[in-house]
């Protein structure tokens, strides 16, 4: 922990919120969070001494004294990934949940939460939510629905995927996911299954950021140290919605607070901007020009780490591959790098970026003084917008680099040096299967699953799914072509079973056959962990009513017993479903389901949590007995453990010397200095990438643990790029976008739409139960530069018909200044809707007509009403007063896989024009033809190609479920 006294605003009472004035607190001031220095902020929560028993007194009876008594139970949200700690207020009376705070106790969050946190509550109370086992009945998405046994459901999916296991149909079983919010649970039940199914949302989210900094070191986010920087930079909107958006933007105020310079990046006027001593507003996908202008002043001035450089760098590669009739010394390297650059100018960034290039070159001076402490980051925003986006996060890191920040304090790390995953007991062996589905040849570099591609795939017969499981994950909704998906979802052919894990109801769960309710974070397990800041914890997600039940002596064999209905846990449904795929264990599959500790029968939740904290968290065993604990009672007490604090420069970690006594040094030129020990496992194969290896030997002899490259070093020059077809990207450089100023004619009525913004105060399918932040966040504003309004003649509130690639929607306009002139902006969180009144949550979407009026392709939805009042269990449901479901724009979006990364190139050049007669607002129309043939053409940008050795794709790139070294290979 940093030793920064956060010095907010105190909007929390400074005594036990149970304790009347004149009364003496009951808070223990000699008591210390784990994890947590003393700080004067955490008067603020009711000590850990009362957490089994808490009073507050009921504010509705006020001015009687009506004491309430509570247990207060940790958790973690699951609104975001940040997974901030949360406080339940569990009464023990009846064990209804009164509301949820904070959890003083845990490192990244610090006790605090933004409205999303809180408003958990209105998720677990919804009167909307899903709360027993559905079936379908009649056609798919014809909204027919039967309620069926949790035995039922799941002996049907297991028999089917059983069935596909014994005849070699592995690939036909797929778990789709959108928020994870764990980490390591679904690799133990697809490997022990045997299925490469995994496949993720990350293509429409940061694919594109993550392959720009993965080129550098193997890593693939950042984890900027905010708190104690000089400079922070930032591409993304971190102070409102940005990632691990509370924790770091605690962290930002705290540095600003510092002294820090704030600098944000963006073409619209965010909160974060808000707050910036510098805003840049540049043309939509220039932010790699004006990285690279910075890093050509910075060379130009050699005001740059050369010691860190000449380490780190693989700056013998880069000579020998762009310069090499030159002596390779590291002075001719840093000359080479200054000319390679030197066309990067401040007027040329200043050109592309369309900003005044005095404000270009400020930036660059601002960066060049930062003392080795720039934090930094980019996420979604300009990565996740433009062909060749990640660019932007690979010349980011070049800054990085080039500074000295990287690992430092107040610099930037890399993600890995700052998480933490434990994995169960008997964790099953990676298999040797590959699917195609999800990793095609066409894209053997791309960062994560081409989840975006599946209805295209499906289509085009590339194959089938048996049994297909959405979990967390609305793609109808969320991912651009939802049409396309619809139609695949519909198909029988296609989609064998498509089983809904969700919480609530979505526009993707209107077409699946099993609708099974999952618990909310009050209401499920898991383990995560996630780089707020520069250390490490481990945070424990528990079912709260289930904790407080146990506590006061009624023990639960089953997390659906503590919850609402049936609502379920996934780790007990997964459990259970691998048990009745195999019930006899001859599949192999069964005893990855076992109990460490009573052979043979079926683990429970608390032993396999138990375990782990056990054996696979360093320090928590002590810590818990200092307290007199199990480590699983800490957890359940705490909620989470911190494993790691003040962590930096974890590329210069010694290889300890038990690992280097068998391990040899490569002597390859572009490897040269590699540690390997050697690798058992198919070692048939050629030793390419990070195959066995350990570490880095430098040329003074010192053994480090380095990067996760294949030279583990800093990749200045990427051998990898070279290799699989793209040598003249295989340095930081700048691709212009599919937006780029010059494909868009302003006059002729085009503009720039950025779709992806998000709210502060919603959740992308989520906050549809939510009411408190439905309240807040209730209308769908088409951001329009008053320059641009006036050259089409529109007002704000005017009905304007935007036209994409495949189609059109109709919005709303509100002309602001928050915008750069020529891009226009609409928030990706509304703009929901439901087709049948049962399947959808009323606080938020408006029942539609999806029709077909230009034959079977084309696709037509209107909204028949919007947001309304409505009859529920909750009386808030009658006060309801929005109206504005918003305009979902994503239908209207082509496929737009990024050539490289993958990554779904979200901003999309639209033709501007007032509505036409008949137009409502809300309709978009889309032609699904014209859908398949934009699918074409970005697939024709890519280059189909194996690496060296015929192997399918780099093995140092990251991929959830990492098969074996030979399922790489392509056969011959
Ligand atoms: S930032 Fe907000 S939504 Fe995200 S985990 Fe924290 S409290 Fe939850």
């Known amino acids: 922990m940093t030793d920064t006294v956060p010095t907010r605003p105190n909007t929390q009472p400074t005594t036990d919120p149970g304790v009347q004035p004149g009364e003496e607190s009951s808070a223990q001031p000699g008591h210390v969070m784990p994890g947590e220095r003393r700080h004067e902020h955490l008067r603020n929560y009711p000590p850990v001494s009362d957490w089994d028993h808490h009073v507050e007194h009921d504010a509705k009876a006020h001015p009687r004294k009506v004491p309430h008594s509570y247990m207060l139970i940790p958790t973690t949200c699951f609104n975001c990934e940040s997974a901030c700690g949360l406080l339940a207020y569990v009464d023990k009376e009846d064990l209804s949940i009164k509301k949820v705070e904070g959890n003083p106790a845990h490192p990244g969050s610090r006790g605090r939460n933004c409205a999303k946190g809180p408003a958990t509550i209105n998720q677990v109370n919804d009167p909307e939510r899903i709360l027993y086992p559905l079936r379908r009945t009649g056609e798919r998405g014809g909204g027919g629905w039967e309620r069926v046994s949790w035995d039922d459901a799941l002996d049907d999916i297991a028999a089917r995927i059983r069935k596909a296991l014994l005849e070699d149909r592995h690939d036909e079983v797929m778990y789709h996911v959108g928020r994870p919010g764990e980490d390591g649970f679904a690799e133990r039940f697809l490997q022990a299954w045997g299925v490469d199914g995994h496949n993720t949302h990350t293509n429409v989210c940061s694919s594109g950021a993550r392959f720009g900094m993965t080129l550098w070191g193997g890593f693939d986010r950042p984890s900027p140290d905010h708190a104690k920087a000089k400079v922070i930079l930032l591409l993304s909107s971190h102070l409102e919605t940005g990632h691990y958006f509370n924790p770091h933007a605690q962290r930002i105020m705290e540095g600003k607070q510092a002294g820090a310079q704030l600098v944000v990046i963006d073409p619209r006027m965010s909160n974060t901007a808000s707050h910036a001593d510098l805003w840049l507003a540049p043309w939509p996908g220039s932010e790699a020009a004006i990285l690279l202008a910075i890093a050509a002043h910075l060379l130009a001035t050699r005001q740059v780490d050369e010691p860190y450089l000449r380490r780190w760098f693989n700056w013998e590669t880069y000579l020998a591959e762009l310069h090499p009739d030159v002596e390779p010394t590291f002075e001719n390297f840093l000359d080479r790098l200054e000319a390679d650059y030197a066309g990067y100018t401040a007027e040329f960034a200043a050109a592309e970026a369309q900003v005044p290039v005095e404000r270009i070159t400020a930036l660059a001076e601002l960066v060049a003084q930062c003392d080795h402490r720039l934090s930094a980051h980019v996420w979604r925003s300009a990565c996740a917008g433009n062909e060749g986006g990640w660019q932007v996060a690979r010349c980011l890191w ?56 599946l209805p295209h795939f499906l289509a085009e017969d590339r194959g089938r799914l048996e049994v297909y499981f959405s979990r967390v994950f609305n793609p109808v909704w969320t991912y651009p072509d939802g049409f396309s998906w619809m139609k695949a979802m519909s198909d029988t052919a296609k989609v064998g079973l498509h089983v809904a894990l969700t919480p609530n109801w979505s526009e993707t769960a209107e077409f699946a056959d099993y609708v099974l309710p999952m618990g909310h974070s009050l209401e499920r397990h898991d383990t995560h962990s996630y780089e707020t800041h520069a250390g490490r914890w481990l945070g424990f997600r528990q079912p709260v009513r289930r904790v407080a039940m146990e506590k006061m002596g009624h023990p639960v064999d089953d997390t659906r017993e503590a919850n609402p209905g049936e609502v379920w846990e996934e780790n007990e449904f997964w459990f259970d479903l691998s048990w009745r795929i195999d019930p006899d264990g001859s599949l192999g599959v069964r005893r990855y389901f076992e109990s460490p500790y009573r052979p043979g029968e079926k683990v429970t939740v608390d032993e396999y949590y138990r375990w782990i904290f056990e054996n696979r968290v360093p320090g928590l065993p002590e810590k818990a007995s200092a307290e007199g604990m199990t480590p699983l009672e800490y957890m359940r007490r705490y909620g989470v453990v911190e494993v790691g604090d003040e962590i930096y420069r974890q590329d210069e970690r010694a290889v300890p010397d038990a690992d280097l006594a068998g391990a040899e040094a490569d002597t390859a030129a572009e490897t040269r200095g590699v540690l390997r020990t050697p690798t058992t496992e198919d070692s048939a194969g050629p030793l390419i990438g990070e195959a066995g290896a350990i570490g880095v030997r430098h040329d003074d002899g010192t053994a480090t643990a380095g990067w996760l490259t294949p030279s583990r070093k800093l990749e200045v020059y990427s051998p990898m790029m070279r290799d699989w077809g793209w040598p003249e990207h295989a340095t930081p450089g700048y691709i212009r976008s599919h937006v780029a100023a010059k494909n868009i004619d302003l006059a002729a009525g085009d503009l720039v739409l950025v779709p992806t913004f998000r709210l502060p105060t919603l959740i992308h399918t989520r906050s549809g139960n939510a009411k408190y932040l439905n309240e807040i966040s209730n209308s769908h504003p088409l951001w329009l530069n008053s320059r641009d309004a006036e050259r089409h003649g529109l007002a704000t509130g005017d009905l304007v018909r935007l036209s994409t690639a495949i189609g059109y929607f109709v919005a709303r306009v509100w002309v602001t200044e928050g915008i750069r002139p020529g891009v226009c902006a609409l928030s990706h969180h509304m703009g929901r809707w439901r087709l049948h009144d049962a399947e959808g949550s009323r606080w938020v979407s408006g029942l539609v007509d999806i029709t077909h009026p230009d034959g079977e392709d084309s696709f037509f939805l209107r909204y028949r009403g919007g947001v309304e009042p409505f009859e529920s269990d909750d009386p808030d449901s009658k006060r309801i007063w929005w109206t504005d479901p918003g305009v979902h724009q994503n239908l209207a979006f082509g496929v737009q896989p990024d050539p490289w990364s993958g990554m779904h190139c979200w901003l999309q050049k639209v033709r501007m024009e007032r509505a036409h007669a008949g137009d409502r607002y809300g309709d978009v129309w889309v032609d699904t033809a014209r859908s398949r043939e934009v699918y074409r053409e970005w ?34």
């Open 398 to 453: 070049f800054v990085l680099a080039l500074t000295g920040s990287i690992g430092t304090p107040g610099g930037t790390s890399p993600n890995g040096w700052d998480k933490f995953i434990p994995h169960g007991p008997d964790m099953p062996p990676p298999h040797d299967r590959w699917n195609e589905l999800t990793w095609p040849r066409e894209y053997p570099i791309s960062t994560n699953e081409m989840s975006i591609l």
């Open 939 to 972: 697939l024709a940008k890519t280059r189909r190609t194996t690496g060296p050795g015929g192997m399918r794709r780099p093995e140092f790139l990251m991929r959830p479920l990492k098969p074996v070294r030979r399922a790489f290979r392509v056969e011959p």
